[in-house]
């Protein structure tokens, strides 16, 4: 069964302290591994795209990376303003996403 | 900002009514999807519509119905709402970054079902 999952559930640092997020997949198919921030109240917002194994996306201090099994997201000095809750998401074929329950990052200043 | 808004943003009913919510796209996309989340679970595939009057079933469709008669307009129906079905509805389309796929969400809808 194709399964998402994200670890820790919730995360608090300190302004400036960094850290990263997993999300580690079982699935039949990869056509794609997303990342996504939502905050409180909001709908997802698109982040990365992933396809595979050893690819590496990077987004002011967010860094997404991939291997056959995991999925990383690195936050380099996070600010206040990096609080939301993370969500990985894998795609086995067209129209199907899988996503995990998301990691709750609070970043304290 | 991916054009997509959904009506309404709040509603309270009561088990056993018909409720319809309401997602609406601007960018003349032709995949529509119904996302419900909960705490714990994330968020799950109700059903998705890949053109007009062409629908089908996600992971969790059972007691929801779909309709798409205009490109921009997917609507979800709760046949008799239950409480089971008190959740955050999100309507996505699918689109392209430059070279990557992704899904790009709505607002959402909070229903709570009493």
Same mark, same amino acid.
């Given at each position: 069964?194709?399964?998402?999952?994200?670890?820790?559930?919730?995360?608090?640092?300190?302004?400036?302290?960094?850290?990263?997020?997993?999300?580690?997949?079982?699935? $039949?198919?990869?056509?794609?591994?997303?990342?996504?921030?939502?905050?409180?109240?909001?709908?997802?917002?698109?982040?990365?795209?992933?396809?595979?194994?050893?690819?590496?996306?990077?987004?002011?201090?967010?860094?997404? %990376?991939?291997? /056959?099994?995991? $999925?990383?997201?690195?936050? %380099?000095?996070? /600010?206040?303003?990096? $609080?939301?809750?993370?969500?990985?998401?894998? $795609?086995?074929?067209?129209?199907?996403?899988?996503?995990?329950?998301?990691?709750?990052?609070?970043? /304290?200043? | 900002?991916?054009? *997509?808004?959904?009506?309404?943003? &709040?509603? @309270?009913?009561?088990?056993?009514?018909? #409720?319809?919510?309401?997602? &609406?796209?601007?960018?003349?996309?032709?995949?529509?999807?119904?996302?419900?989340?909960?705490?714990? &679970?994330?968020?799950?595939? *109700?059903?998705?519509?890949?053109? #007009?009057?062409?629908?089908?079933?996600?992971? #969790?469709?059972?007691?929801?119905? #779909?309709?798409?008669?205009?490109?921009?307009?997917?609507?979800?129906?709760?046949?008799?709402?239950?409480?089971?079905?008190?959740? @955050?509805?999100?309507?996505? *389309?699918?689109?392209?970054?430059?070279?990557?796929?992704?899904?790009?969400?709505?607002?959402?809808?909070?229903?709570? @079902?009493?």
């Amino acid at each position: 069964e194709d399964q998402v999952t994200q670890s820790p559930e919730a995360l608090r640092l300190q302004e400036g302290e960094s850290s990263s997020l997993n999300c580690s997949y079982t699935v $039949s198919g990869l056509r794609g591994l997303f990342w996504y921030r939502q905050d409180p109240g909001k709908g997802p917002e698109f982040l990365f795209t992933l396809y595979s194994a050893g690819e590496e996306k990077e987004k002011e201090r967010l860094k997404a %990376t991939l291997t /056959k099994k995991e $999925s990383f997201l690195h936050i %380099t000095a996070p /600010k206040p303003e990096d $609080s939301a809750t993370y969500l990985c998401a894998v $795609s086995p074929t067209v129209n199907d996403m899988r996503f995990g329950a998301g990691t709750r990052l609070t970043v /304290k200043p | 900002d991916a054009g *997509i808004t959904q009506s309404p943003r &709040h509603k @309270v009913t009561e088990t056993g009514t018909p #409720v319809t919510l309401r997602c &609406h796209q601007t960018e003349n996309h032709r995949y529509m999807y119904w996302y419900r989340q909960d705490p714990g &679970h994330g968020l799950r595939l *109700i059903h998705y519509s890949y053109g #007009v009057k062409d629908t089908d079933k996600g992971e #969790v469709s059972d007691g929801y119905s #779909v309709s798409r008669s205009k490109t921009e307009d997917f609507l979800l129906t709760l046949e008799s709402a239950t409480s089971s079905q008190t959740s @955050v509805y999100f309507c996505a *389309i699918s689109g392209r970054q430059g070279s990557t796929d992704t899904q790009y969400f709505g607002p959402g809808t909070r229903l709570t @079902v009493l």
